[in-house]
């Protein structure tokens, strides 16, 4: 079974602060993505990666950004955390190739709290 | 820009029921097609998903979807829910050229009553 693995459930944080919310996948995926997803709004996508050390921006990838420096981790970072960035984080991953074929693989979510 | 539309906000049937839930897509190209399922405090899984052939796609847990293209639609159907049904499900749609990016539609909260 494929296994994306978030490091927090539940995270509170400052305005201000720096936050990274970190995700690894263990089946070897070229792809990986990540979402915030709230209520009446689904699913939006931050930002997603091909291959290590690339990255590409989503919708809405302003007051974020990425790092992808081993293929099975991809970490997202809010520079200065906002209560607007009040939101549930979903990181994915799927296999390379033409991707479009494949379906996403999702963690179980991040809750992130800025106050 | 490529859009997917999710009419039905919460809707609740009681057990045995029948479900349907629209969904409709903007892009007028070629597309893949998902429905993904959110049960409570779990994570995003996948239902069914359509790429080509027979319309008719048949998921897991007795769930179906058909593709009608000229409607633009991949409406989710099952015949009778189930309590253990109750979950937020989502659609979404990928183009089947260039990024792996898939635009999901806004989500449809789900409620059994048993």
């Known amino acids: 079974d494929v296994k994306v693995t978030q490091s927090s459930r539940y995270l509170v944080k400052r305005t201000g602060e720096k936050v990274f919310l970190e995700c690894v996948q263990d089946?070897?995926?070229?792809?990986m993505f990540w979402y915030r997803q709230d209520p009446g709004l689904g699913l939006r996508l931050i930002y997603f990666?091909?291959?290590?050390?690339?990255?590409e921006k989503g919708d809405i990838p302003e007051g974020y950004s990425v790092s992808r420096e081993k293929k099975e981790r991809f970490s997202l970072i809010l520079e200065s955390a906002s209560t607007n960035q009040t939101s549930m984080y979903l990181c994915?991953?799927?296999?390379?190739?033409?991707?479009?074929?494949?379906?996403?693989?999702f963690g179980p979510g991040t809750r992130l709290t800025v106050t | 820009a490529q859009s997917v539309s999710q009419h039905n906000h919460h809707v609740i049937l009681s057990e045995a029921a029948s479900l349907e839930l629209g969904c409709n897509y903007s892009?007028?190209?070629?597309?893949?097609l998902f429905w993904y399922v959110q049960y409570p405090g779990q994570h995003l899984q996948l239902l069914l998903k359509?790429?080509?052939?027979?319309?008719l796609v048949k998921g897991i847990k007795g769930f179906e979807a058909e593709f009608i293209k000229s409607k633009f639609s991949f409406n989710l159907r099952k015949p009778s829910v189930q309590w253990s049904d109750t979950a937020e499900y989502f659609c979404?749609?990928?183009?089947?050229?260039?990024?792996?990016?898939?635009?999901f539609g806004t989500g449809t909260r789900l409620t059994v009553i048993p």
């Open positions: 994915a991953s799927s296999p390379g190739g033409p991707a479009s074929d494949y379906e996403q693989y």
């Open positions: 089946m070897d995926h070229e792809n």
């Open positions: 990666s091909y291959d290590v050390k690339m990255k």
């Open positions: 892009y007028g190209g070629t597309v893949n």
């Open positions: 359509y790429f080509s052939g027979d319309p």
């Open positions: 979404a749609v990928t183009k089947r050229t260039g990024a792996n990016n898939l635009f």
